[in-house]
């Protein structure tokens, strides 16, 4: 059971918009700390794919989108594409626990 | 750029110490801005944090793996090593290293990690 929820899947076909969902509680997210999320491809490392909730590093293109609110985030991806499907985790830090945490990971299927 | 290499025996046996080491290049151990973590991927399932370790020594873990986990830093090689005490088969997982940042909260870059599989 994570720390943070996610849907363990979401699909949508190329061209369209899919959003993935990342809900947290007061002693993570809900206490203001950032969200990042990270993009991993079959058989590779996880690569980090937004970070301080909203904002993309350079290489990563801008079809990539995500926003928080309250003990959620979210992250969106607009004008799907084959190579978009993989699986995404979101992360922050929890002070209950006093470290980092993760979602349980969506898979993405481009269909 | 920054680049990580995990490191280690792919096979421990139970009750056994899985010890892995994480090589730096690109970048000092060393630096006032970095720390140094650990996670793992269990087979088909998510990533847990393990822990991470500053150049100083200064070192925080899950509570979940406390009482199991040391981390060590070797500042002349570049270098930084996990050591899990006492595996089960539940510890077998890819395990990546990683860089944080001191202030933020995100990991960047990761190394491609390493199979550990614990079994007699």
């Known amino acids: 059971q994570s720390v943070l929820t996610q849907p363990p899947s979401v699909s949508g076909a190329p061209g369209q918009r899919v959003t993935i969902s990342c809900t947290g509680s007061?002693?993570?997210?809900?206490?203001?700390?950032?969200v990042q999320w990270y993009q991993q491809l079959p058989g590779t490392a996880p690569k980090l794919l937004i970070y301080a909730n909203s904002h993309r590093p350079s290489e990563v293109p801008d079809r990539f989108s995500a926003s928080k609110s309250g003990t959620s985030a979210s992250l969106a991806i607009t004008g799907l594409q084959a190579e978009d499907g993989a699986d995404y985790y979101c992360q922050s830090y929890d002070s209950s626990l006093s470290g980092w945490v993760f979602g349980g990971g969506t898979k993405l299927t481009v269909l | 750029q920054v680049q990580l290499e995990e490191s280690g025996p792919g096979l421990v046996k139970p009750s056994q110490t899985l010890s892995l080491t994480c090589t730096v290049s690109g970048a000092s151990i060393s630096g006032d801005s970095s720390y140094w973590t650990w996670i793992r991927q269990p087979p088909g399932k998510g990533l847990e944090w393990i822990g991470y370790i500053y150049h100083s020594g200064y070192t925080s873990y899950n509570p979940s793996l406390k009482s199991r986990v040391s981390m060590s830093v070797d500042t002349s090689k570049n270098q930084f090593s996990l050591n899990l005490n006492s595996v089960t088969a539940a510890d077998t997982a890819i395990y990546y290293c990683a860089r944080g940042s001191l202030g933020y909260n995100w990991f960047d870059p990761w190394g491609q990690g390493t199979l550990a599989s614990v079994s007699s």
């Open positions: 007061r002693s993570n997210i809900g206490t203001g700390y950032d």
